[in-house]
């Protein structure tokens, strides 16, 4: 008599295991995030990466191929250009003899005006910070001609001096609102203890404010910088000579003797422009979160 052979039976799929399936819904709630930032820098580096390869495009190029294509060779020729023709040289070190007085000004400004408010007890020490927060709300606009008008009466038009003192007086509201709202952050024991061992006000700033508030300092600073870098209006009102202009004036310069403008050399020096403030927010990158951070915690 034979027997029937014995048949294995068939065996289920194992389920999928706990961590694979939280893995695979972590994704899959991570995915629209990761699209949404995908897409994001797409739309912000296209952009940079056209211009810089736009940077090494003759003027040629520029109207006989279409603005997606990629250029015939690569050359500095149009960063040389940008550099002897169009005087970029001088308008960047006019900008940092414009841009760094200013800042410094703006920082110390409304650092020691910070602390009055909101260190120093005083009677009315409130309404003056509402009419320092006033000056935020005032357009520039509004106030270049009345100065220029000013700055021609007393003689400083042919120099630097005007758009140095009209940056400092238009960034110094703004700072001082900041850095108020940063002292707020710091436990106001430590000027009471400071104040009980002997130290006076303007010891007390040096010795305990300054060093407390670097970061924020720092943060400030880098603002206004490139706030006060980047600026052209105020710039092209107060620019009386070609030798006095800033790079953002000076790349409204760079075009032929015809009038046309020329695109490699412009795009070359916007080019470096965005590079250089660039690498400068990358290497401060973390200085700045830290400062941003520093006067949203009560401390």
């Known amino acids: 008599m034979t027997t029937a052979p014995a048949i294995a039976p068939v065996q289920a799929p194992r389920p999928q295991s706990r961590p694979a399936r939280r893995t695979a819904r972590r994704i899959a709630r991570r995915l629209p995030v990761w699209l949404l930032v995908t897409v994001l820098l797409v739309v912000m580096l296209y952009p940079q990466f056209w211009m810089i390869m736009g940077s090494f495009k003759t003027q040629t190029e520029f109207f006989a191929n279409p603005t997606w294509a ?15 023709r169009g005087n970029v040289g001088i308008n960047y070190r006019n900008s940092i003899l ?63 001096l005007p758009m140095i003192l009209t940056y400092t007086a238009m960034g110094i509201p703004l700072t001082t609102f900041l850095m108020a709202a940063y002292f707020r952050a710091i436990p106001r024991e430590i000027f009471e203890a400071a104040t009980v ?26 603002i206004q910088f490139f706030s006060v870098f980047n600026d052209l209006l105020i710039a092209l009102t107060f620019t009386t000579r070609p030798e006095l202009a800033t790079i953002q004036v000076g790349l409204l310069s760079l075009s032929d003797q015809y009038g046309s403008t020329q695109y490699g050399p412009l795009f070359a020096a916007i080019s470096i422009n965005i590079i250089v403030l660039l690498i400068v927010f990358i290497f401060l990158n973390k200085k700045i979160m830290a400062g941003l951070a520093a006067g949203s915690v009560k401390g």
Request: proline letters at 6%; glycine letters at 8%; one cysteine or more.
């Open 70 to 84: 990629l250029p015939e060779q690569f050359n500095l020729d149009n960063y040389i250009d940008a550099f002897t």
């Open 197 to 222: 061992d002997g130290c006076g006000p303007l010891r007390s700033f040096f010795v305990i404010a300054v060093p407390l508030m670097k970061n924020s300092m720092l943060t400030i600073a880098l």
């Open 98 to 160: 414009v841009t760094l007085p200013s800042v410094a000004l703006i920082v110390l400004a409304g650092l020691a005006a910070g602390y009055a408010l909101e260190i120093m007890i005083f009677k009315g020490r409130r309404t003056i910070l509402l009419f320092v927060m006033g000056g935020i709300m005032v357009p520039g606009q509004m106030i270049l001609v009345p100065l220029f008008t000013v700055y021609f009466k007393i003689g400083i038009t042919d120099s630097l």
